[in-house]
């Protein structure tokens, strides 16, 4: 049986954003904690396809953790794999959401999975786009390693997906800056669709202790 290892990073901390709706914009990051680029350089293969979105932030992080390796690899930029598009709301700040909608709110994200936010996508959406380009991505790279720095949203995409959880369970996991989240394929022999193996969420070894 064919495993495929994908290795997702959630980008680090966007800078001048505090309290504000970002989703899909695209705004720098802040990749100026080198130890914790060398924490996770040393726990990823140095052997894989690397995978990054449109969005600046993650090439960004991409770059400070390709840093400490041998030798800089390529990254392929997957546009299926960015942040959910908040639309209208983006650039607001979470009180002025809040406001506009009379105060309802959601226990983990800004809106229910199937709510489009006007002029944006629903988380629902993100999921679906998530899991078309993870299956196509299996096909390219089976049997070895995919290093994925995406955004907080499209992880949680990927982990239920490979846990079959319909997208507002997926809401549900923390996805922390930085932090590692490591999802196994096995490839059937049937044809179909395979496994999953889920084997770290949120991983933070190589980050300071909170």
């Not at 966007?14 to 899909?24: C, L, M, P, S, T």
């Not at 680029?37 to 449109?54: I, K, M, N, S, Y």
């Amino acid at each position: 049986m064919t495993m495929t290892r994908w290795w997702w990073v959630r980008h680090a901390p966007v800078i001048g954003q505090d309290g504000r709706i970002y989703g899909n914009r695209d705004v720098a990051c802040d990749c100026s904690d080198t130890a914790v680029f060398r924490g996770l350089a040393h726990q990823l293969p140095e052997d894989a396809a690397w995978v990054v979105t449109p969005l600046s932030r993650t090439r960004q992080t991409a770059a400070a953790i390709a840093d400490h390796y041998r030798a800089a690899p390529a990254f392929e930029v997957e546009p299926h794999l960015a942040e959910q598009d908040f639309g209208a709301w983006q650039g607001m700040t979470y009180a002025e959401l809040d406001a506009q909608r009379e105060g309802s709110w959601h226990r983990f994200w800004l809106a229910p999975a199937e709510e489009t936010p006007p002029g944006g996508e629903s988380f629902a959406a993100v999921y679906a786009r998530v899991a078309a380009a993870v299956g196509r991505l299996n096909e390219r790279f089976s049997g070895g390693d995919i290093i994925c720095v995406s955004h907080g949203g499209p992880i949680r995409a990927a982990l239920g997906h490979a846990l079959g959880l319909t997208p507002e369970a997926a809401l549900a996991f923390a996805v922390d800056n930085c932090a590692l989240t490591r999802l196994d394929h096995f490839a059937g022999n049937d044809g179909g669709s395979g496994s999953w193996r889920v084997a770290l969420v949120n991983g933070r070894p190589h980050m300071p202790q909170m």
